[in-house]
Every structure is written in C-alpha cells, then in structure tokens.
C-alpha cells in the first residue's frame, strides 16, 4: 500500500475533537504508515484510538503514549492542537497567556526529543503568537514552523460564493493576511467570481463590509450554531499543511510564518505563502492601498501583542532571541 512517506507524524492533543480528526484525516490521505497519537489526557486518547482501530485502516501502525519523550522521539513531522479551547464569548486574545505556556514547553520538548523534525504546524489559538513561541523554544529554522490561517480565507471564499450563488471553488483570490483573528487584513482585490474580476460585480461597500465581518466572525459562528469551536476544518487544513511538507500537494492558501525584513519584524503572520517539501515560503502582500493599511494595523496588532507575552515573560525581549533560537 502506497503511503507518502513512512517517515513519523505525531499529532500532539490527539484526545481532543481537532486531533481526533486530524488522525483519521491523515489516515484517509495516506500520508504514513507512521502515526503517533499523543495527548495528556489518557481516557480520551484510548477512545480515539479506539474509533482509529475501529476504522481498520490498512497498514497503518498506529501508536499513542501520553509520555512526550515517547510521543516525540525520532518525530519527523508534527501537528499540534495541544491548546485549551476557545469557548463562547472568549476571542482569541483571551487565550493568550495559559496557550502561550503550553506552546513554550511543546517547542522545548521538540528541541529535546526531535530536533531533526523536517515541519511543524501549529494550530492553537492565538496561533500567530503560539507559532512564535514554538518556533522561538523549538531551535527551529523559520521555514520549519507554519500555523493555521487558511480558515480565514476559506471562509471569505464561502461568503462570497454564498453571495453570488456560485460553487465555492469558483472564487478565486480571496486571501486575507496579518493576523489570524478579530485584526485580520482581508484583502479582495484581486478576487474573482467565476472568472470575472470581483470589482466588476457590482458589489456595494456595504454589502462587502457584511461579508468582511462574517469573515472575521466566522469562528465565532461556528461556536455559536455548534457549541463548541471549530474542529472539522482547521483539522483538515493542517493535515493539508503537513502533507505538503511531506512531499505531497503544495500548499497555496495563506499560512502563518515567520516573517522579518524591511516592512514587518519578528512577528509570525499569515503572509501569501506555499508550503511544500523545503518548508514554507513567502512573498510580501499586494493589495491596494486600503488593504495595505489594514495590514500595517493588523501587523502592529501583532507586535502589540508579541511585546505582551514579553511582557508576561513567556519569551525574552527581541534583542535576546538569538541566544534562544541562532536561526532567528
């Protein structure tokens, strides 16, 4: 049976709904024969390795330990949904402190137990800062580490199919860049509707301001018409992420990644990017000058943000983060 790779994949918070999904997602794709469950909370993780076996997928050794120098050992790719929820009411932000611990001591234990890890995709909110703080602990090179941001485009792709009544695949160029949250630069511009430039579709700047804040709010939607945050697609987004990186098909959808040159520093953001087997890759944003501006804000939100978990004391001060990470 061919597999992409038979390289190890661990899928860090595996017990929880993001990480059960990601496994059997994985599975179904056949990227390896190779999968690790791992999660600290060992009832849940027996009953997801239970539905998994349940499956019968063939020729997958499937493994799960809620020991991380077990989960971590000779690990070559790595997903991690191992945060705290988001939950009803809360923003992304809210999460900041306890998911940005959680993030400090997973980068530590993939510069322990894997430093030879070819990619790691971080998907815990807030991930712009997570992602830093894994990249910063994990000793990582910035093209090895990428977050989930692809929700956010995904979803103005479906609110601008929705509107004009056309299957989704056919818009093309909705991109959003920045952050990924409440901050988020949607960039529309170069959108088209089956074809047709979305600025000759009439639209009225009312009616793309609703469907900018449906956007925004469209995790928030899930919350509320599910009762719990998202699950099904940052799942399979990221396993996308990572079957890039293993090889498979690249990856074109925005990604959270490390980004320091003339216009933004030292912050992780979602940029126009491609992941493929060398890692992640990126160009600056184009858009016009609104967008532009909504981007500059959403990078300084960023930055605001970064210099609070300096703050905290969740990582050092910019200056000193060679001494933690030499390839930043």
């Not at 390896?32 to 997958?60: Q, R, S, W």
């Not at 920045?178 to 074809?195: L, N, Q, Y």
């Not at 799942?235 to 990186?245: L, T």
């Amino acid at each position: 049976m061919a597999f992409l790779t038979n390289e190890k994949l661990v899928i860090v918070g595996a017990a929880g709904m993001i990480g059960s999904n990601m496994a059997q997602t994985a599975m179904m794709l056949k990227l390896t024969p190779n999968i690790c469950l791992y999660d600290v909370y060992e009832p849940g993780l027996k009953g997801v390795v239970a539905e998994m076996n349940h499956c019968a997928f063939e020729g997958v050794n499937l493994t799960w330990t809620t020991d991380p120098a077990v989960a971590f050992k000779n690990a070559k790719y790595i997903i991690s949904s191992g945060g705290a929820p988001r939950k009803a009411g809360m923003t992304r932000e809210d999460l900041l402190k306890g998911n940005c611990q959680i993030a400090e001591e997973f980068g530590k234990n993939v510069k322990k137990y894997c430093p030879n890890v070819k990619h790691v995709v971080v998907i815990f909110n807030p991930a712009d800062l997570t992602g830093l703080v894994v990249l910063l602990h994990s000793g990582l090179k910035p093209s090895q580490v990428t977050t989930l941001a692809a929700l956010d485009s995904t979803r103005l792709q479906t609110e601008l199919a929705a509107h004009f009544k056309v299957q989704q695949s056919k818009v093309t160029g909705a991109r959003t860049y920045g952050g990924h949250g409440e901050a988020m630069a949607v960039f529309a511009s170069k959108v088209k509707i089956d074809g047709t430039p979305l600025s000759k579709k009439n639209l009225s700047e009312k009616k793309f301001e609703e469907i900018k804040q449906a956007t925004i709010q469209g995790g928030a939607k899930i919350i509320e018409l599910r009762g719990r945050s998202s699950f099904q697609s940052p799942a399979y987004c990221a396993v996308k992420m990572i079957e890039a990186s293993m090889g498979g098909k690249r990856f074109n959808w925005p990604a959270g990644t490390y980004v320091n040159n003339e216009k933004y520093q030292n912050v992780m953001m979602a940029m126009p990017t491609v992941i493929d087997a060398t890692g992640v890759h990126f160009t600056n944003p184009k858009g016009t000058a609104k967008e532009m501006a909504d981007l500059q804000a959403s990078y300084e939100h960023l930055c605001k943000m970064r210099d609070e978990i300096v703050t905290l004391g969740i990582i050092p001060a910019v200056k000193d983060w060679k001494k933690v990470n030499k390839n930043l």
